[in-house]
């Protein structure tokens, strides 16, 4: 069962509250990058390819 | 493969000597360190002698980690390195003989100069024999695991704080023994233990490291 | 049998394989993930002594595994790379190093932040987190080394080889921090995690650590496709799929 009284003492954490939402949030933060980062890697790339097919047919450019 | 180790030990012997210079950097940069260390804290012999285990050891371990350089590097800048791997004796020996040469001009002196700084940190009188064998010993792994380092960020130059970095975990067990070991004689503690761990690593090293060094100056001339 | 084996190690195929897996595994992660966050913030027990800072546990001990695991992975997709020369265990390589290295950032800031209500200070030099410190040395090594050889053209075998140093390295500097540590610490400050764990507690634990084990497996596979379509950014399979097809997704 949930172990707390309300929303508030949730967020409060006993005055733990600190320690807990910084840690989570930084790590879940850090994760979420490392999720995140080959999607634009990947974006970029496509990108490139892109550019590179066009430099190729249209010669000097 | 003894004639490789002899000439391979013999040259660079001969190119140590030619170069005293060099020889000498790595032993006045230690008692320059050492100087530091009370300028920055304390004169007061107590507090020193607290210290001085760690700060002996950690500053040998610098002195090594400066004298890396000069192990492969030369010889890799004017294609001799090149000519040594290609040949068809063992290059496990002829490493060994480079990282033997080496220890002889870094790391033994270190370890016969060390009671001398031992004094002038106050280490406590039953530290010097634990200072001395465990450097001695100490000093000759730091070559053997430097080397490895060494071959390993050859092609790269000298590119700043890489070789530190990537040799610093390999020489963290033996700073441990080896500044704990004179930690425990001075505290009345049998050291054979812990030399007989430096020992081991020792052995370890010897066997391993040229054998991966060797295999580090391959991939190095591959490119 | 060995066409089979070569099959395996071609990116392409890799690449198309993932493709399909990884929106598995993606939701499968997500669940995970939601479920052991949700319970573990809100529903599991806090801990008599420490309250409920103790509920970092959910985050630490799952990155700490990974980072562990991941460095190992890292060092077998090396060694693959230079005995038997596969690319693909290369890229592998590559892709592990900073994912790994994230994971021990992780577990390291999750430690500190954690250590500052149970032992009143971010840092301590015990065995585990000096370790773990290490540990992050030894990814930061790698990855430099790799990017360093790169960024001169070079291949990156040095990483692979400086990789498998590390994991014969990683037990004997566990051990010597170890009794370094019994040696100037009487055991009075014991890392909390007590073998004998509430099943309350334990069980959101596990359902985090499955998850974690997912997020690296997601963000593995995604970063490792993202290289080989870099690398085989020139071959006909790669062109063809970058003008005939339209979605983006990793």
Redesign the interface.
């Known amino acids: 069962?949930?172990?707390?009284e309300n929303f508030n003492d949730?967020l409060y954490?006993?005055?733990?509250?600190y320690?807990?939402w910084?840690?989570?949030f930084?790590?879940?933060g850090?994760?979420a990058?490392?999720?995140v980062?080959?999607?634009f890697?990947?974006?970029n790339?496509?990108k490139?390819?892109?550019k590179?097919?066009h430099y190729d047919s249209t010669g000097y450019s | 493969m003894n004639t490789g180790f002899m000439v391979i030990f013999r040259r660079d012997l001969l190119v140590a000597i030619r170069h005293r210079g060099d020889l000498a950097n790595p032993v006045i940069f230690f008692f320059i360190v050492i100087v530091l260390v009370p300028l920055g804290l304390t004169p007061e012999s107590s507090k020193l002698s607290e210290i001085a285990p760690g700060i002996l050891w950690v500053m040998a371990l610098l002195a090594s980690l400066l004298s890396l350089d000069s192990l492969f590097q030369n010889d890799y800048d004017d294609g001799t390195l090149e000519q040594i791997i290609i040949l068809p004796q063992p290059l496990y020996f002829m490493v060994l003989a480079k990282i033997i040469v080496h220890w002889l001009v870094t790391g033994l002196p270190l370890s016969l100069l060390a009671p001398i700084l031992g004094m002038m940190l106050s280490l406590p009188d039953a530290g010097y024999p634990a200072l001395v064998l465990s450097l001695l010993m100490g000093t000759a792994i730091l070559s053997l695991l430097g080397a490895v380092g060494a071959a390993l960020t050859l092609p790269l130059g000298k590119e700043g704080l890489l070789l530190p970095l990537i040799v610093m975990p390999l020489y963290m067990p033996v700073l441990i023994f080896g500044a704990n070991s004179v930690q425990l004689a001075i505290n009345g503690f049998s050291v054979i233990g812990p030399l007989a761990t430096i020992g081991s690593l020792l052995a370890l090293s010897l066997i391993v490291a040229p054998y991966v060094t060797a295999g580090a100056l391959r991939l190095s001339i591959q490119g | 049998m060995w066409q089979w084996f070569h099959r395996l190690a071609s990116p392409r195929w890799f690449y198309q394989a993932s493709g399909k897996f990884l929106p598995w595994i993606s939701m499968l992660g997500l669940f995970f993930i939601s479920l052991g966050l949700v319970w573990g913030l809100g529903f599991a027990p806090q801990d008599a002594k420490q309250g409920n800072s103790f509920r970092i546990i959910y985050i630490h001990v799952p990155s700490s595994f990974l980072a562990l695991v991941g460095y190992y992975i890292m060092a077998v997709a090396g060694a693959i790379a230079i005995i038997w020369k596969i690319k693909l265990a290369d890229m592998v390589m590559k892709a592990a190093a900073p994912i790994g290295a994230a994971f021990t950032f992780v577990a390291l800031l999750t430690g500190a932040i954690w250590g500052k209500p149970t032992w009143g200070t971010y840092w301590i030099w015990d065995a585990r987190i000096t370790s773990m410190l290490i540990l992050f040395f030894l990814y930061l090594g790698v990855i430099i080394l790799q990017s360093s050889y790169e960024h001169k053209g070079l291949s990156s075998k040095a990483a692979a080889l400086l990789a498998l140093v590390g994991t014969v390295n990683i037990p004997i500097i566990y051990k010597s921090v170890d009794w370094w540590y019994t040696l100037h610490q009487p055991a009075t400050i014991r890392f909390t995690e007590a073998p004998s764990m509430h099943p309350d507690m334990f069980q959101p634990l596990l359902v985090m650590i499955v998850g974690f084990y997912f997020l690296y497996a997601i963000a593995l596979v995604a970063s490792i496709r993202v290289e080989i379509l870099h690398r085989e950014r020139r071959t006909k399979w790669v062109q063809d799929l970058v003008f005939t097809n339209k979605n983006n997704d990793p």
């Open positions: 069962m949930f172990q707390f949730f954490m006993g005055g733990h509250g320690y807990v910084v840690a989570y930084s790590s879940l850090v994760l990058f490392l999720l980062a080959p999607f890697r990947k974006k790339i496509i490139e390819i892109k590179q097919r």
